[in-house]
Nanobody, 126 residues
Framework: QVQLVESGGGLVQAGGSLRLSCAVS????????MGWFRQAPGKEREFVAG????????GYARSVKGRFTISRDNAKNTVYLQMNSLRPEDTAIYYC???????????????????WGQGTQVTVSS
């Protein structure tokens, strides 16, 4: 049984930082590409950042590029999202997800991800 558990969300002031973690069990992380998505109230779930199985490819949504960094520790079966210079518009539930793929690209579409975590709330106050 594959499980993903996010942690690290919370309330932060604009300009602050948070580091999200996603612990994966039931699947050997080193065999799969991973991603972070977010969903704000009344909006569709959107791609935030992705990383391929080896960590050699990363990609970001235009809205977070230069502020967020995705990384992975395959030995710990964990993926991270470092979020700096947070803005109120970053407020959302953040989800990590795993694909069934092992590629050399960054997968940005939700349909390509087969397992999802329960999400962690990030709230940025102005």
């Amino acid at each position: 049984q594959v499980q993903l558990v996010e942690s690290g969300g919370g309330l932060v002031q604009a300009g602050g930082s948070l580091r999200l973690s996603c612990a994966v069990s039931g699947r050997t992380l080193s065999n799969y590409d991973m991603g972070w998505f977010r969903q704000a109230p009344g909006k569709e779930r959107e791609f935030v950042a992705g990383i391929n199985w080896s960590g050699t490819r990363t990609g970001y949504a235009r809205s977070v590029k230069g502020r967020f960094t995705i990384s992975r520790d395959n030995a710990k079966n964990t993926v991270y999202l470092q979020m700096n210079s947070l803005r109120p518009e970053d407020t959302a539930i953040y989800y990590c997800a795993t694909t069934g793929a092992k590629t050399n690209v960054v997968i940005t579409t939700t349909q390509r991800y087969d397992y999802w975590g329960q999400g962690t709330q990030v709230t940025v106050s102005s």
